[in-house]
């Protein structure tokens, strides 16, 4: 399972490197659609990535979930699922359904960190963050969902 974790986090960051090679650092993870859509036609990369992570991060993270957070690590990739199925989300029939999922990811998350003893890790999310945001505070979507998904990675692979 390790394995499919590295090739999946290793897909995940050349997607990313050639995001910003091509557009620069987008203000999210989402806004890869709409870039995606605009040079090349080809919205579908964003969901082709959101699964890529689902892929990945899911067996890794349920499989060392206590049996009672185990249902917390489901809906966090659940709602990735949601957000993959809803690019567009300046679309009006899109829109709640991607920000309600990427709510409930984000929560769904942090619970699990918190429950499971593991709130040292969010808080290396937020300082690695700070310089960050500081850096570019347009894009800090962008650098809290990478930062996150690099540091849950991490703690999976450990």
């Given at each position: 399972m390790e394995t499919l974790l590295f090739i999946t986090s290793s897909l995940f960051l050349i997607y990313n490197l050639?995001?910003?090679w091509q557009?620069?650092?987008p203000e999210s993870l989402s806004a890869t659609s709409y870039l995606f859509k605009e040079k090349y036609n080809q919205h579908w990369w964003f969901s082709l990535i959101c699964l890529i992570i689902i892929i990945g991060l899911f067996p890794n993270w349920v499989t060392i979930s206590s049996i009672n957070t185990q249902f917390l690590a489901f809906i966090s990739c659940a709602g990735?699922?949601?957000?993959?199925?809803?690019?567009?989300?300046?679309?009006?029939?899109?829109?709640?359904?991607?920000?309600?999922s990427g709510l409930i990811t984000t929560?769904?998350?942090i619970l699990?960190?918190?429950i499971n003893g593991h709130?040292?890790?969010l808080i290396y999310i937020v300082i690695t963050l700070i310089p960050l945001v500081i850096w570019k505070p347009k894009c800090y979507v962008y650098f809290i969902e990478i930062i996150a998904y690099?540091?849950?990675?991490?703690f999976l692979l450990i």
């Amino acid at each position: 399972m390790e394995t499919l974790l590295f090739i999946t986090s290793s897909l995940f960051l050349i997607y990313n490197l050639f995001i910003i090679w091509q557009f620069g650092i987008p203000e999210s993870l989402s806004a890869t659609s709409y870039l995606f859509k605009e040079k090349y036609n080809q919205h579908w990369w964003f969901s082709l990535i959101c699964l890529i992570i689902i892929i990945g991060l899911f067996p890794n993270w349920v499989t060392i979930s206590s049996i009672n957070t185990q249902f917390l690590a489901f809906i966090s990739c659940a709602g990735i699922l949601f957000i993959a199925a809803s690019p567009f989300f300046h679309n009006k029939l899109e829109k709640p359904i991607h920000y309600i999922s990427g709510l409930i990811t984000t929560l769904t998350f942090i619970l699990w960190f918190l429950i499971n003893g593991h709130w040292q890790w969010l808080i290396y999310i937020v300082i690695t963050l700070i310089p960050l945001v500081i850096w570019k505070p347009k894009c800090y979507v962008y650098f809290i969902e990478i930062i996150a998904y690099l540091y849950t990675t991490i703690f999976l692979l450990i």
